[in-house]
């Protein structure tokens, strides 16, 4: 019975890992999905909300990135306010930027759309390199670190 608890401790050790692990990667499949996104704006031009209902449902997304996405279009089709409190991954900054970006997709010219599109680009790479980064350094560590804190306490009550 006593070897039963320490295997159950050492595994509810490791799920609560394993949930903060999901953070880091939730992150970086956020920033893969809005840089896939801009991607077809892009290649679609024109920024017609008939384009962005297909290239949702073209698409096969989690539920955060398919609320972005809902909101984005209850925002151009109703005026709603562009509110993205939900996304729990993103800090304040983040959420922002993201806001300002989707907001001002459309207020340009075709050039201008270009360029915007393109700083849109860069700065999702740069944040897609950062959580990858993050996701690839910390998950192992957390993920080893906590084992070996489960071994531990299961040393320490044997």
Known sequence: ???????????????????????????????????????????????????????????????????IYVAYLN???????????????????EREQLTNMLRSLGKNDTSGELKQLDAYDIYLKDKMDRTKAERDKYCPLITKLSFLFAIGLAILFV
């Open 1 to 67: 019975m006593k070897y039963l608890l320490m295997f159950a401790l050492i595994g509810v050790i490791m799920i609560v890992a394993q949930g903060v692990c999901k953070q880091y990667r939730e992150r970086y499949v956020l920033y893969e999905a809005l840089n896939d996104f801009f991607r077809q704006m892009r290649l679609n031009l024109g920024f017609q909300k008939q384009k962005i209902n297909q290239i949702l449902n073209q698409t096969t997304l989690k539920r955060t990135n398919r609320d």
């Open 75 to 93: 925002y151009l089709d109703n005026g709603d306010n562009l509110d993205l409190d939900f996304v729990k991954v993103l800090d304040d900054t």
